[in-house]
């Protein structure tokens, strides 16, 4: 089956709500990656509710599911979230993020929790196991679509590019990378630790089909996976630019939120944040 298709104001009410989770996880373990779970929610939302992502929670393991990838596994948080609100498990079970014997482990477990393709945390694996899977569905002649959201950071790891060449010479049509550009990781600015600019030209050279969209528009997001899905003869990339920490004032834009979760009183004031904007978005809905 596929997601219930929402209107793109249900989209970022959903998308606000699963925020707000985000954080109370993150609170709750009193460790984790904010920055990069905030900012990759609207791209996640889009994919689990914007009915682009074949899927059925109640046959995890169905084999015409389209595949998720999560390469950049520190944004679990927000992912875990997301999968909740899809249906995999309870969103009461979110205050679990972190401890000790729980199936929502720090980096993703695929045998912990129902939803997860793959187990990840070395960054720059994602693409390559994606790689595998894609090229495997083309052998079998099956119609699913393996997405891999990956970060700009871990384009520094040698095992994407050597990914990226695979998937070109076996011109891996059923896949789609998005990647989430939000020019931060733990050490600091993107471009000052290891310039990537400009990611678009370089996957054009490398003979990717190439979209470069605003990662907080739910519009753009669901036009570019469709255009994506489109593409029998290459495979496809969805440069996402977003805001890390997007939602949280405080958290956005600054690296320094790339690895560590608020404390009390900064969970206090992003709930004050989100839940005000939740109120605003569901007075204009009415």
């Known amino acids: 089956m596929e997601a219930v298709n929402f209107t793109e104001s249900q989209l970022t009410q959903k998308a606000t709500q699963i925020r707000i989770d985000t954080i109370k996880s993150l609170v709750s373990a009193g ?24 899927y059925d929670v109640s046959k995890p393991l169905w084999s015409e599911r389209d595949r998720v990838v ?108 998005i990647v989430d550009r939000n020019n931060i990781q733990i050490d600091g600015f993107t ?3 290891m310039p990537l600019d400009s990611l678009n030209e370089k996957y054009q050279s490398f003979g990717w089909h190439v979209q470069d969209i605003d990662g907080h528009n739910f519009e753009a997001i669901i036009d570019a996976v469709n255009e994506a899905k489109s593409n029998y003869q290459k495979p496809s990339i969805i440069i996402a630019h977003t805001i890390p920490g997007k939602g949280v004032e405080f958290m956005e834009e600054l690296p320094e939120w790339h690895g560590k979760s608020p404390s009390l009183g900064e969970t206090v004031e992003a709930l004050y944040e989100l839940r005000t904007l939740a109120g605003a978005i569901e007075s204009d809905h009415d």
């Open 191 to 193: 471009e000052d630790v």
């Open 70 to 177: 999560l390469s950049n596994g520190h944004i679990c948080p927000g992912y875990y979230a997301v999968l909740a609100h899809a249906g995999y498990f309870s969103p009461t079970e979110l205050g679990e993020l972190r401890k000790l014997g729980s199936k929502l482990q720090g980096h993703p477990h695929r045998e912990s929790l129902s939803g997860l393709e793959t187990s990840s945390g070395p960054l720059g694996s994602g693409l390559s196991q994606s790689c595998g899977m894609a090229y495997t569905a083309l052998l079998n002649k099956s119609s699913w679509n393996v997405f891999c959201l990956t970060s700009d950071g871990e384009h520094q790891e040698g095992n994407t590019w050597e990914a990226v060449l695979f998937a070109a010479k076996y011109q891996l049509g059923n896949l789609i990378q």
């Open 31 to 54: 460790s984790g990656h904010s920055a990069g779970s905030l900012g990759m929610i609207d791209v996640m939302t889009a994919l689990y509710f914007g009915d682009v992502l074949t």
